[in-house]
Structures are given as structure tokens and as C-alpha cells.
């Protein structure tokens, strides 16, 4: 199943089961940049839903991840939905259903620790304020707080 046939098929089942599609980015290039591709809301359950649509390999980008994890924070429902995951779906979609959130495969599969490599004169960091990440054995990056092993 296509992104495209996957996202014509949740908002029937949220419809279904009392959900309101309240926005869909038709043309995510006319969006602001990481917005989620569909909101939903159920009234009567008092519940919203911010859900980025993709296919069983599709990747999230930087952007996409950064407005989940905000919206997440700011107390919101919010889901990265793929064909695999429709059961899960469904399951959420039920008025009193789970929370919807976000897979643990959305964040980073350890933490990393950052230690300052000032002891090793022979390397340079890339940039001010850089650490070492004694995790993944590479420089992390202070201003988009990642490190090779986030990338991963």
C-alpha cells in the first residue's frame, strides 16, 4: 500500500468511529515546513490528533520529526502512522481508545554521552561548544543536538 492509497484510507475509518478530519496538507510544499500531514478531531471525546502519514519505508524528516516532538510536548495526541501499523490504528482511532503517540522508534535508540575532548589536543572540534559523544565515537553537534549516532 502506497502513502497516497494510506492516507485516503484512515480518514474513512476515523470517520467511522466519530472523527472529524479537520485539516489535510493537499500539497505539502504549500505548508509550513515539518507541519503533519492530517489533524483530526473527536468532539464528543475531546481528543486531537496530529498524525504524519508515511509509507512502511518512508522517512521522516528532520523538520516533520522536530513539530511532532513539539506538539507532543505541548500535551497534544500526536502519531507517525504507516500501512504496517493499522491495527494500531484502528485501535486509537476508537473514541476511548490509547492515546495516540509517538513509536519508540521515533526517538534515538540510546542516549548518547557527550564528554569534552579537550584531553586529546590532536583533534580540533568542528565548531564552538562541540563535545565528544563517548557513545558512538563521533563529534556531537551542539546546534542541532544530534551526533552520528543519531543518524543512524
Known amino acids: 500500500m502506497t502513502e497516497e492509497q494510506f492516507r485516503c484510507h484512515v480518514p474513512k475509518i476515523a470517520a467511522l468511529r466519530g472523527w472529524t478530519l479537520t485539516y489535510h496538507a493537499h500539497n505539502s510544499r504549500r505548508s ?12 464528543k471525546a475531546k481528543r486531537t490528533i496530529f498524525a504524519e502519514s508515511k509509507s512502511n519505508t518512508g522517512r521522516i524528516r528532520p523538520a516533520q520529526r522536530d513539530r511532532l516532538q513539539h506538539l507532543q510536548a505541548c500535551g497534544f495526541e500526536t502519531a507517525l502512522w504507516r500501512p504496517k501499523d493499522l491495527d494500531h490504528i484502528v485501535a486509537v482511532l476508537a473514541p476511548d481508545g490509547p492515546r495516540a503517540e509517538l513509536p ?31 557513545s558512538c565515537d563521533s563529534w556531537f553537534n551542539p546546534i542541532t543536538n544530534t551526533c552520528r549516532g543519531n543518524n543512524r
Open 32 to 43: 509550513d515546513a515539518g507541519w503533519p500531514d492530517e489533524v483530526y478531531g473527536h468532539p
Open 104 to 134: 519508540d522508534t521515533f526517538w534515538p535508540r540510546k542516549p548518547h554521552t557527550v564528554h569534552n575532548r579537550s584531553q586529546q589536543a590532536s583533534q580540533i572540534p568542528p565548531m564552538p561548544g562541540a563535545g565528544w559523544c563517548g
